[in-house]
């Protein structure tokens, strides 16, 4: 979301600029040219609002946006022309436009740079991480304390401290491909929450549901929940492949098309490569996690879980 509120920031910020120019140099002085100029500026702030809040709302209509834009924009040019029709109306509208372009601006840019260097809200969609952290609760994401991010590179400059095992992430979901499905749909630009479980070097092994780190089982895990479900069996297309081609496939994100079956229970082993992360879900048996779709890359990182601020009998830092 804040690489959106960025860009908003910038079209605003050229927005003003132009207007302040044009207003300067009377460029603007018709009812036609004001309702022009009007028109854009209700335009703009209408696209820009569903344009954000897409990335937020699951299930927004991709037509939502243009439509709101366009009724914006004919909205606009009739108060514009109508308001231009005379000096006085027509030089508070274009100054009111520019003010109110120049206020979002500057805030929106604000709050860009703290929500991708400092910290960002965050809202738990599913239970994959209960009881630690159950759906519709509130937190704030630390965006620091792995490095700042350098925009649009995926590089991380400044770290405090590494990744460790037992960290609750925030991470942008691990797929370039817009059209890739896991966990029965596409998953492309969503925010997930998980316990990062093996950092790189890790052989990850999981036998009747249970985690096993490095050849060693997992018993001490306080937050790990299990449900007594009847476990899946093996997999016999996983037995049939070699070692080398299951880590691949896994590691390329690639593992459950291939095998096109649930790999909750019996999976791996495979080992978390250079820069990337093994990350799952403390409800065990009710995650989709990289048991699914592979490693979550450095690059996808966005930062470590906080504080539960929301709702405030469970105010709390996350553990």
């Known amino acids: 979301m804040e690489e959106r509120i960025f860009i908003v920031a910038m079209v605003m910020g050229a927005f003003a600029w132009l207007g302040r120019r044009w207003i300067k140099f009377r460029a603007l002085e018709t009812p036609a040219r004001a309702g022009l100029w009007h028109a854009l500026f209700c335009g703009m702030c209408a696209y820009s609002v569903i344009w954000i809040a897409m990335m937020s709302f699951d299930g927004t209509p991709p037509l939502l946006a243009p439509v709101c834009a366009a009724a914006a924009v004919v909205y606009g040019l009739w108060r514009g022309r109508t308001t231009g029709a005379r000096d006085v109306p027509r030089h508070r509208l274009l100054n009111d436009d520019q003010e109110w372009a120049e206020t979002m601006f500057s805030s929106l840019l604000l709050a860009a740079a703290l929500m991708y260097f400092v910290v960002q809200a965050f809202k738990i969609p599913s239970g994959s991480m209960r009881n630690t952290l159950l759906e519709g609760d509130h937190l704030f994401v630390n965006k620091f304390i792995y490095g700042l991010r350098v925009p649009y590179t995926g590089r991380r400059v400044l770290p405090l401290r590494p990744v460790h095992r037992g960290d609750v992430i925030v991470f942008n979901f691990p797929e370039d491909d817009p059209k890739a499905i896991h966990c029965g749909s596409s998953q492309y630009g969503k925010d997930f929450v998980k316990r990062v479980v093996g950092v790189p070097g890790d052989v990850i092994l999981v036998r009747d549901g249970r985690l096993f780190l490095n050849g060693v089982p997992q018993t001490d895990e306080p937050y790990a929940r299990y449900e007594p479900i009847m476990r899946q069996p093996e997999s016999l297309?996983?037995?049939?492949?070699?070692?080398?081609?299951?880590?691949?496939?896994?590691?390329?994100?690639?593992?459950?098309?291939?095998?096109?079956?649930?790999?909750?229970?019996?999976?791996?082993?495979?080992?978390?490569?250079?820069?990337?992360?093994?990350?799952?879900?403390?409800?065990?048996?009710?995650?989709?996690?990289?048991?699914?779709?592979?490693?979550?890359?450095?690059?996808?990182?966005?930062?470590?879980?906080?504080?539960?601020?929301?709702?405030?009998?469970?105010?709390?830092t996350v553990q």
């Open 237 to 316: 297309r996983a037995g049939q492949l070699t070692p080398q081609n299951y880590q691949e496939l896994w590691q390329n994100h690639k593992l459950d098309r291939e095998l096109q079956e649930v790999q909750r229970d019996y999976f791996g082993p495979v080992t978390v490569p250079p820069h990337a992360y093994f990350a799952m879900g403390d409800n065990r048996d009710h995650s989709c996690d990289s048991r699914y779709w592979g490693p979550v890359e450095e690059r996808f990182l966005k930062g470590r879980a906080w504080i539960l601020y929301w709702p405030p009998s469970r105010m709390k």
